[in-house]
């Protein structure tokens, strides 16, 4: 297998080649390099940002607490017993996470690894495992409305110029690329400050790992599945 450095990566950014192009090279270096573990290799965690604020100067950061919240109306089981990923978890109080806002249907919380000043994940309380498991259905186009519409509130709450100058990123990743097998939209801001790789690279819809939030509902309006793309396995 081919050995790919993270350099290689970064210096497609210092030949000042076109974004685009420089994502089909990145595509194509992560297919070559053996998919998911190299991927997580190259576009691994960033911890140095723990102290970020917002547009106003005013931290970003809610604490992180383990809270129980209630699942949807009429779902079955009236639980999260058949949710056994980190989010369900999350969901049922047994791990923390840092709550911005909540709704019936859907919870959003900070990203534990941040790549953006604003680094959210929206998730259906509904257990959902991924963009395969999406449907061509009402319900579904309904849901991804949804967590778009809360993606936005979060914009202009903490990013409100990202939001007016459309610097931010809505997107979803596609598996075997997902860190977590529970449905989540990633949401940061302002796009034009993240790093490199993590722009043009691991958070870069129309990528064979990554796909954007409005595609995924035309898709499904259209009667489609929600990615173009075979399921891997």
């Known amino acids: 297998t081919p050995v790919i450095s993270r350099n290689a990566i970064i210096d497609t950014h210092r030949m000042q080649i ?10 194509a270096t992560i297919t070559m390099a ?9 576009f691994g965690n960033n911890p140095n940002t723990n102290d970020i604020t917002n547009n106003n100067n005013q931290p970003i950061i809610p ?5 129980y919240h209630k699942p949807p109306p009429g779902v079955t089981p009236k639980d999260y017993s058949d ?11 047994d791990l923390p996470s840092g709550p911005y806002h909540e709704t019936s249907e ?11 000043k604003l680094h959210a994940l929206v998730i259906p309380k509904r257990y959902i495992q991924n963009v395969y498991s999406l449907t061509p259905t009402k319900e579904d186009v309904a849901l991804i409305q949804d967590m778009r519409q809360l993606g936005l509130d979060l914009l202009e ?12 990123i809505l997107c979803f990743h596609i598996p075997p690329f997902n860190s977590v097998d529970h449905l989540h939209l990633h949401v940061l801001a302002p796009a034009s400050e993240m790093g490199f790789v993590y722009r043009y690279g691991k958070y870069n819809s129309g990528t064979r790992w990554c796909i954007g939030d409005l595609e995924v509902i ?13 399921r891997p396995f």
């Not at 604490?63 to 809270?67: L, R, V, Y």
């Open 83 to 93: 949710n056994t990923s980190v989010f369900g978890k999350i969901l049922n109080g």
């Open 34 to 42: 053996g998919g998911l573990s190299c991927f997580q290799i190259l």
């Open 106 to 116: 859907l919870y959003s919380f900070r990203d534990k690894s941040p790549h953006a």
């Open 63 to 67: 604490p992180s607490t383990c809270i």
């Open 18 to 27: 076109p974004p685009l192009t420089r994502a089909k090279l990145i595509d």
């Open 157 to 168: 709450e903490q990013q409100p110029r990202a939001l007016e100058e459309e610097d931010y």
């Open 218 to 230: 035309e898709r499904l309006e259209g009667g489609m599945v929600a990615v173009p793309y075979a």
